[in-house]
């Protein structure tokens, strides 16, 4: 059993890094003030050919693994959770699914721009009244000749604002359940789509979350992701990728509120001597640091297991379960280290304790990953 990272992976890791520290940490709370999306940063990201890490080189990507994407993801989750989660919608769920289920048509057309960066990606499953149900589903296609006609509303939709295409669900065959769920590739400029609300969110306001109309969006027959009643399976198999870059930001959300505590707790002096050699703030520390390294070993484990194609609905649950838990947790933990200092936007552990709520929310809840983890053990 080895624990020490590949050289690429490594390499990868540490230019991210580095990239990180130079030009995303410098303005990570501005945009987050500013509620604005850092286009350029993005645009960086391509040119160091990371916007497509795990998808293959045919189709424009860096021919990466999960685990190379999962230390990208939390090298951006460690300056910033808003450039984080953009990132990984873009990749887990606008672009993956293309490659693992589109035709050799679709991924020359869709796939490639996303994975080269020229485009962003987005993906619109949940509805105003579906929550934590997602197959509860209002929106619909109805196939009008050679066309796909969809209507509908899809709510907290990550990058509808920048995307180049979004992925969207809609049944097909109403009664059918699961089986009566489609996927559709829609171009933001089809008529009929509409951006109806972008939110403004407790944290992560440097990434877009919007609600999206369709009336009537009219697109080709070659749009339809797979067959007709494919969607759900297809939801299933992205959402196991998609759960463990989750965990991956988790990861970096909290190492970055670490790192923030650990340097405030050896320069700041109280009674004489540093913070960090009291008692209480170290035992805090380092219960941090022990709650991180457990987060990311699992997260790196479920990532290699779905790079060895196992099946890792277990995993990628237990990541994101364990790892956005902790993110808030140790999050929390910064701020109290700071003291007052912590809940001021001057310092960065209050936006990481923001950013990181979501993470026990977003695809798929803290519950829904017990009731998972509950069916994994045939509970």
Not at 242 to 254: E, F, K, Q, Y
Not at 268 to 273: A, C, H, N, T
Not at 303 to 318: F, I, K, P
Not at 358 to 367: F, N, P, Q, R, V
């Amino acid at each position: 059993m080895d624990f020490t990272l590949p050289g690429e992976h490594r390499m990868i890791r540490d230019s991210v890094r580095e990239f990180c520290d130079e030009e995303i940490a410098p303005i990570a709370q501005e945009i987050e003030d500013e509620h604005r999306f850092p286009a350029e940063v993005f645009d960086q990201l391509a040119e160091l050919d990371v916007m497509g890490v795990p998808v293959g080189e045919e189709y424009g990507g860096l021919g990466g693994d999960q685990l190379m994407y999962a230390l990208v993801t939390e090298e951006l989750g460690r300056v910033s959770g808003s450039i984080g989660l953009s990132y990984a919608a873009h990749v887990s769920l606008g672009s993956k699914p293309i490659e693992l289920f589109g035709t050799e048509a679709q991924k020359e057309r869709w796939l490639r721009p996303l994975a080269t960066g020229e485009t962003l990606g987005a993906w619109a499953l949940t509805e105003p009244g579906s929550g934590s149900d997602a197959s509860d589903m209002d929106t619909t296609a109805e196939r009008d000749g050679d066309e796909w006609v969809i209507d509908g509303t899809k709510q907290f939709i990550t990058n509808a604002t920048v995307a180049g295409s979004v992925l969207v669900k809609a049944v097909t065959a109403p009664g059918e359940g699961y089986g009566g769920i489609s996927t559709f590739v829609v171009d933001p400029d089809d008529e009929g789509f509409e951006v109806s609300t972008v939110w403004d969110k407790m944290g992560l306001n440097a990434s877009p979350t919007c609600e999206i109309q369709l009336n009537d969006v009219r697109v080709p027959g070659d749009r339809l992701l797979g067959e007709p009643g494919d969607g759900w399976d297809q939801t299933r198999k992205t959402l196991d990728g998609g759960r463990i870059s989750i965990a991956a930001l988790s990861v970096g959300l909290a190492q970055g509120a670490f790192e923030a505590a650990l340097s405030y707790a050896k320069e700041r002096e109280q009674f004489g001597q540093p913070i960090g050699e009291f008692d209480a703030v170290r035992d805090m520390l380092v219960e941090m640091d022990r709650k991180i390294e457990r987060a990311r070993l699992l997260t790196h484990k479920a990532a290699v297991r779905y790079d060895e194609g196992e099946d890792v609905t277990r995993l990628s649950s237990m990541a994101k379960l364990d790892a956005s838990e902790i993110s808030r947790e140790v999050a929390e933990d910064a701020v109290q280290v700071l003291g007052g200092y912590g809940y001021t936007t001057d310092f960065a552990p209050q936006r990481f304790f923001r950013d990181a709520k979501l993470m026990e929310i977003g695809e798929g809840t803290s519950e829904i990953q017990r009731l998972v983890l509950g069916r994994e053990l045939g509970l």
